[in-house]
């Protein structure tokens, strides 16, 4: 695929904000490139709320819906709170069905929709509107800023290929760990390591079991294994593993 030698913007990294960046310039018709070093969208869940002013941006480039469509249906989204996963005096709150439903001070409440299920639809549209101009698997490797704009070196992950772009705007969307923000020389201060955020996906054997159908919470069994219900379409599991928290991290 041809990259071209200089672009108005350049985009680095295509999580869920150089995505849906990309998609906002396209909708107002600005030229730009995104280069992304993974070879495709992301496998893991980690943000899954959607906030209203996302759904917002969303509705503003034409997204809304489909976003709405791939997320969960807000009558089948609970959140659970209780001092553990088994705790008997849990407190179940649901979420906003639509803006006549206690989202009124939106026409676009939020939704529950995770990052893997989220980064395709972003990246489905933005592709739609600027095919040529996406190139996941091509990382940034360095970047310099002059009095004409920005100079960036990248970098096929296929076969180690360098491209040398000129851009009158670099946006740095590449995540924690940004090379953009190195390269600009933004440090970073205070303290790290603020928290820990167990992911543990459920796969495997799991019986499928009665009760409601859509809820999100766990209840108690003898064995301390859980009733889990995931919302969506998905029958509910019977999870043959402990839930209870084994770890101060989960704190
Ligand atoms: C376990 C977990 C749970 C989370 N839960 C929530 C939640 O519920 N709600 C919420 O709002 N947020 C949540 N977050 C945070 C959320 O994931 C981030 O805020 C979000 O991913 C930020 O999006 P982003 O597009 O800025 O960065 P990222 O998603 O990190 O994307 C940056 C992208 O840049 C790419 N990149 C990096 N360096 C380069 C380079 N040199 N060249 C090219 N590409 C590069 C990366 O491959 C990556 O795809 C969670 C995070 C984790 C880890």
């Given at each position: 695929?041809?990259?071209?030698?200089?672009?108005?913007?350049?985009?680095?990294?295509?999580?869920?904000?150089?995505?849906?960046?990309?998609?906002?310039?396209?909708?107002?018709?600005?030229?730009?490139?995104?280069?992304?070093?993974r070879p495709g969208t992301s496998r893991h869940p980690k943000a899954r709320g959607v906030s209203a002013r996302s759904m917002e941006i969303f509705r503003r480039c034409g997204l809304e819906d489909a976003v709405r469509g791939a997320a969960l249906p807000a009558s089948q989204v609970f959140f659970y709170r209780g001092r553990d996963l088994v705790d008997p005096d849990f407190v179940r709150s649901g979420v906003a069905h639509d803006a006549s439903d206690?989202?009124?001070?939106?026409?676009?409440?939020?939704?529950?929709?995770?990052?893997?299920?989220?980064?395709?639809?972003?990246?489905?549209?933005?592709?739609?509107?600027?095919?040529?101009?996406?190139?996941?698997?091509?990382?940034?490797?360095?970047?310099?800023?002059?009095?004409?704009?920005?100079?960036?070196?990248?970098?096929?992950?296929?076969?180690?290929?360098?491209?040398?772009?000129?851009?009158?705007?670099?946006?740095?969307?590449?995540?924690?760990?940004?090379?953009?923000?190195?390269?600009?020389?933004?440090?970073?201060?205070?303290?790290?390591?603020?928290?820990?955020?167990?992911?543990?996906?459920?796969?495997?054997?799991?019986?499928?079991?009665?009760?409601?159908?859509?809820?999100?919470?766990?209840?108690?069994?003898?064995?301390?294994?859980?009733?889990?219900?995931?919302?969506?379409?998905?029958?509910?599991?019977?999870?043959?593993?402990?839930?209870?928290?084994?770890?101060?991290?989960?704190?």
């Amino acid at each position: 695929m041809h990259v071209p030698t200089t672009v108005p913007v350049l985009i680095v990294g295509g999580g869920p904000v150089g995505l849906t960046l990309s998609n906002l310039l396209s909708w107002y018709g600005v030229d730009h490139l995104l280069v992304e070093a993974r070879p495709g969208t992301s496998r893991h869940p980690k943000a899954r709320g959607v906030s209203a002013r996302s759904m917002e941006i969303f509705r503003r480039c034409g997204l809304e819906d489909a976003v709405r469509g791939a997320a969960l249906p807000a009558s089948q989204v609970f959140f659970y709170r209780g001092r553990d996963l088994v705790d008997p005096d849990f407190v179940r709150s649901g979420v906003a069905h639509d803006a006549s439903d206690g989202g009124g001070s939106t026409p676009s409440p939020g939704v529950i929709c995770s990052q893997d299920v989220l980064e395709p639809v972003l990246l489905g549209r933005a592709r739609e509107l600027a095919a040529d101009r996406i190139r996941f698997g091509t990382r940034l490797l360095s970047c310099t800023q002059d009095e004409e704009g920005v100079r960036a070196v990248l970098e096929e992950r296929a076969d180690g290929e360098r491209h040398t772009v000129r851009a009158e705007w670099l946006v740095g969307c590449d995540g924690a760990a940004s090379t953009v923000r190195a390269g600009a020389g933004i440090g970073m201060d205070g303290p790290t390591g603020l928290g820990h955020f167990p992911q543990r996906p459920l796969r495997g054997a799991a019986r499928r079991g009665g009760g409601r159908p859509g809820e999100r919470v766990v209840l108690p069994h003898s064995t301390r294994a859980g009733r889990f219900h995931g919302g969506g379409q998905r029958p509910p599991l019977d999870l043959p593993v402990p839930l209870r928290p084994r770890s101060p991290a989960w704190g």
